[in-house]
């Protein structure tokens, strides 16, 4: 899309296929967006689902072979250092093994949080904010991963795979509007939607350096309908929520419809079999999320290790 468009032309996308955006609907100066939809007592509703205390850990593995989504930047999406495996800072009889880690905080493999001033389109981030003000080449001024404090509250697996009656979606087959209407889930705005695909089991990517994204299984723009009436203060998903190869006439509809018209901060790359294997077992679909972001400033995400508690 090309940049400098007025907000009417950005705001139309959205508007034309049914979706109000969210623009000023918590004040013009709002950074939090559908985050502000958790109050005290959604967190006190997400605490009620908890009842056996299991745990589950909903990030992936670090993959120290992962390659880099932007490799300008390195030849891995993750760099793991040792810094020292002997000698200490204390001195004396200590020894002290110590290290370090590089991680990008976007791509197809690691598990992260999408700040709002990730994405923008033509020119315009969430809030109507100028995209070029929101963000340089230092960090974000605004929309930052600050303004997305840690994140307590009900979490509601769609688990589109079992609905469809299969293992898992084929990858690059896209999650259509029909698919999330089919669902009996009991919804409440601020409750975070997230949502299985079964990419675990999907199979080979097929991504290349030509294609970085290669074949990869996320929503329908039209999906997006449900997503903007239910009203979740997250959108999490086992891949990345855009679908690849992208629909036509536009590259990330989700990334745009979730982070710059609705405000909804997105979780990417979730880890979903285990709880979702659990929760089918039991016959429920809530369950309580944690989901903690590093306290970066200007960050435009953080990885993410999220928690889910049944």
Not at 60 to 83: C, F, G, I, W
Not at 129 to 151: K, Q, T, Y
Not at 266 to 295: C, Q, S, V, W, Y
């Amino acid at each position: 899309m090309e940049e400098d468009r007025t907000q009417d032309e950005v705001l139309r996308y959205a508007r034309d296929l049914g979706i109000e955006p969210n623009w000023g609907r918590w004040g013009d100066d709002d950074e939090r967006g559908t985050l502000n939809l958790i109050t005290p007592e959604t967190i006190l509703r997400a605490s009620s689902t908890v009842s056996s205390g299991q745990v589950f850990n909903l990030g992936r593995t670090l993959d120290m072979n992962a390659p880099p989504y932007y490799p300008q930047s390195l030849d891995r999406a993750v760099k793991h250092e040792m810094v020292t495996s002997w000698s200490s800072n204390a001195g004396g009889d200590i020894q002290a093994a110590s290290d370090q880690i590089h991680i990008q905080c976007h791509g197809l493999d690691n598990t992260h949080m999408d700040a709002l001033c990730h994405i923008g389109l033509g020119g315009f981030g969430y809030n109507g904010r100028i995209f070029r003000e929101m963000v340089n080449d230092i960090g974000a001024s605004s929309c930052d991963m600050l303004a997305a404090s840690p994140v307590v509250t009900r979490g509601v697996l769609l688990d589109v795979p079992r609905l469809r009656g299969v293992s898992h979606i084929e990858a690059g087959e896209p999650i259509t509007e029909s698919d999330l209407r089919s669902a009996d889930i009991d919804f409440r705005p601020g409750d975070a939607l997230i949502i299985r695909t079964g990419r675990a089991l999907a199979g080979v990517e097929h991504r290349t350096a030509e294609d970085k994204y290669g074949r990869l299984t996320g929503l329908h723009p039209e999906a997006m309908r449900l997503v903007a009436e239910l009203q979740p203060s997250l959108l999490g998903m086992d891949g990345s929520a855009d679908n690849f190869p992208a629909v036509p006439g536009h590259r990330l509809p989700i990334h745009v419809l979730s982070l710059v018209m609705l405000g909804i901060h997105l979780l990417h790359n979730l880890k979903l079999e285990d709880l979702a294997t659990d929760l089918a077992d039991k016959g429920r679909t809530d369950f309580m999320l944690i989901a903690a972001p590093l306290p970066l400033p200007g960050g435009t995400g953080s990885p993410l290790a999220p928690v889910a508690i049944i």
